[in-house]
């Protein structure tokens, strides 16, 4: 990696941080006018069934998925920055074409490429975050991040409820619209934000050509190599394990409330307005103590997977003793402050590890397939965890604990072969500082890359 823009390895703001923030901002507020109302917003958008709305979205949803590979590729060929406006673009078109989209054939094209830029987002946002930040940094716009798209999320989803309370189902079509107008004011707003680049040769910080990589002794740039990194695809299948933990929420929780505990739906919508005002109010200062600690970016992932198992034995517990309607709301209350804490303190430092153990030249790839990882999880939620619940309520939690503490485990296992910048957000100074050797006066010429040590390889068990 190039050594040019030091300070931002210690933790400096980014060029156009506000800009990139504020963009985010804005985009969740147009995601949040949706998704909560997904079948009924785009039911009368269309004015289609709302089966007919279901299947469709089901299946473009599912093509989304298929192309992420390509759209790592994208990256690593023409910058995440570039990308993500084409993305923020794409989705503005589709929102906007949405309320002419009046017939099954229409609906299905525009849904379908919309369903691609959304599927691919969150691998370019991710890549746009190691493309502009270093260090520290990086952490810090993770949470911040974050944060922000909590926020965002539920000032749509209020914004979204007062429209329909002025204009009632009309007012859908205005919605949409506002997403249109979101996403593409997020797009101006992100294209300030400017990559952070070498002093010397003003090329990108650490980018590296795929002919250069295959000079340093790695695999061919490109997928070969992702599948080639052991280590990555070790920290990959760990994060499946936690991804499993971020689903409980959304899909479980209701199920296991409504089914097993015999609680009313309010219980479900208290455990979401809890979730969402942590993040939102706390996501930021509880990153900062992270980082501040100077702990490695593998034990905070670790310590938030514990959190999770913490909260997911609490409804092994709660689901056991079946106290009355009172004590199982403030046990519940207390269960998702302990998950929503744990998911605060895993989620930067589990972003930021992925980040930075990809090779820059081939970063787009690396964290599509890391991607895939939420994207297999969330699929396979609803059916796991309901077969789960068919047998016994507290069976599920029991797997997810098992599955959260194998991760914590796993983590600190993975910590040595990990490359030292992953896991450090900010390098020991016994790994920073390097003493020259004095060159003999007659060198005897080998080539160029024997004895290099292997870009690869990790220097974190030093510590």
């Known amino acids: 990696m190039g050594e040019g823009s030091a300070g931002r390895r210690a933790g400096e703001r980014v060029e156009g941080e506000r ?5 985010v901002g804005v985009s969740a507020i147009g995601i949040g006018m949706y998704v909560p109302f997904s079948l009924v917003f785009f039911h009368h958008v269309t004015g289609l069934s709302f089966a007919v709305v279901g299947v469709v979205l089901t299946v473009t949803g599912l093509a989304g998925l298929a192309v992420m590979p390509l759209a790592g590729t994208a990256v690593d060929r023409f910058g995440a920055r570039r990308v993500n406006l084409l993305l923020y673009a794409v989705r503005a078109l589709g ?12 609906f299905a094209a525009v849904a379908l490429v919309t369903a691609l830029a ?21 952490d ?15 000032a749509g989803a209020l914004i979204v409820s007062g429209v329909l309370a002025v204009w009632g189902t009309a007012g859908f079509t205005h919605t949409a619209w506002g997403n249109a107008v979101a996403f593409a004011l ?56 936690t991804a499993l933990g971020y689903s409980a929420l959304s899909v479980l929780f209701p199920l296991y409330i409504a089914t097993w505990l015999n609680g009313p739906d309010s219980l479900t919508g208290a455990a979401f307005t809890v979730n969402t005002a942590l993040c939102a109010g706390a996501g930021v200062l509880i990153a900062g103590l ?10 905070s992932a670790a310590l938030g997977a514990l959190l999770f198992a913490a909260a997911f034995v609490g409804q ?35 972003g930021a590890l992925s980040v930075s153990a990809a090779p820059e030249s081939v970063r787009g790839r690396y964290l599509a397939t890391y991607q895939l990882s939420y ?59 390097v003493t020259p050797t004095p060159a003999p006066a007659t060198v005897t010429p080998t080539p160029a890359t024997a004895g290099a040590p292997n870009p690869r390889e990790s220097v974190a068990g030093a510590a």
Request: aromatic share 4%; net charge positive; hydrophobic share 50%.
């Open 186 to 241: 997020a797009g101006l707003l992100v294209a300030r934000v400017k990559p952070v680049r070498d002093a010397a040769t003003g090329a990108v910080t650490g980018a590296t050509t795929p002919a250069a990589a295959g000079s340093a002794g790695l695999p061919s740039a490109g997928y070969r190599m992702v599948l080639a990194d052991r280590p990555f695809l070790g920290l990959t299948a760990v994060n499946f394990l």
């Open 290 to 299: 992270v980082r501040r600690s100077g702990a490695r970016r593998t034990r």
């Open 140 to 154: 810090r716009l993770q949470a911040s991040i974050r944060a922000l798209q909590n926020a965002g999320m539920g």
């Open 118 to 138: 959304d599927r691919s987002f969150p691998v370019v946002q991710q890549s746009l975050i190691g493309e502009v930040a270093r260090g520290s940094s990086r």
């Open 19 to 23: 800009s990139l923030l504020l963009g």
């Open 375 to 433: 994207s297999l999880a969330s699929a396979l939620a609803p059916s796991l965890f309901t077969a789960l619940l068919s047998v016994d309520g507290r069976l599920p939690w029991a797997v997810l604990t098992v599955a959260a503490l194998g991760a914590a485990l796993a983590l600190t296992r993975l910590e040595r072969r990990l490359p030292a910048e992953a896991v450090y957000a900010t390098p020991p100074a016994a790994t920073a500082t």
């Open 316 to 350: 092994i517990v709660l689901g056991t003793v079946r106290p009355g309607r009172t004590a199982t709301l403030i046990a519940l209350l207390v269960i998702v402050v302990v998950y929503t804490v744990g998911e605060l303190v895993h989620s930067p430092s589990g």
């Open 95 to 106: 929102f906007a074409l949405y309320p002419l989209a009046d017939t099954l054939p229409a």
